[in-house]
C-alpha cells in the first residue's frame, strides 16, 4: 500500500489511503502527521477520492480565514473510509460520494445525531487511454476492450453498472479498482483502454493528456453528502469547515473543479 504525506504548518494535510486498513493503523498514521489526534485546530476530514481534485483549492480558502486549522485529509473509495471509522479511526468530517454510503454511515454510533448535508453532485463519464488506442466513441465500442471500473461497493463501481446495464453493454475484459482515483490511474497510464470515472476526474486528466471523455447516458449523477461524526461536532474548527463547504465560496471552488451545484442537473 503506498501512502502519500505532504503538510504544511496549519495549513493543508493530505493522507491518500486508496485500500482498506487496520484502524489502529490509521490512528496512528494521523498521530504521526499532526503529533496528536486531538488537537483542537486539527480536523481530520475523511473524503471520497473524487475530491482531491478539489482539496488544495478548499484548504487555501478555508485556511486563508482560519490559520490556525490544520486540515488532514483521507482519500479512499467512500465504503473503504466508513470501514476505517467503524475499526475507530478518528475522523471529524464525512464527505461520501453517494447518498447510500452516507446512510450506512449513520448507522454508526460515530454518527449519532448527524445531519448531513449535499456539498456537491458529480456525473459519471467514460475516459479513453491517452490517443484513444481502442477507437471508443461511444460506450457501445467496448465490447472487445479491457475497461477500469470501480469495486460494486464503490459509488463509481455502483453507477458504472447502472450505465452499462442501461446501454446493454458489457465489456470485453474488466478490472476492478478500490477508488475512483485508481480507475483514473490506469487510464492515465494506458493500461486499460477506458474507465468509468467522474467528469471532475476525466477534466483534471484532460488537462495533461489527449484523453476522450464520452458522456453517458440514463441516470448517472451522484451526490457528495457531509456529515460530521460525533467528534467533529465537538471540534469548532471542524464544525467551521463544514459550514465553509456549505458556502458559496466552497461552491464556487468545486464548480471551477468540474463538480455541480447542489440541487442542479
Known sequence: MKQEFRRTRRTLSILSILSPIGALALAGVLTACTGSTDTSDTVRVFAAASLNTAADDLAAAFTADHPDADLVFNFAGSPTLVRQIAEGAPADVFISADAATMDTALELPEFTGAQPAVIATNRLVLATAPANPGEIATVADISDDLIALCAPEVPCGALARTALGEAGVQPGRTTEEAAVSDVAMKISTGEVDAGFIYATDAAALA????????????????????????????????RAFADFLSSEAATDILTDHGFRKSGTD
Open 207 to 238: 488537462t495533461t493528456q489527449d484523453i476522450t471523455i464520452i458522456d453517458l447516458e440514463g441516470n448517472v449523477d451522484t451526490t457528495y453528502p457531509l456529515a460530521l461524526t460525533t467528534l467533529g461536532r465537538d471540534n469548532p474548527a471542524a
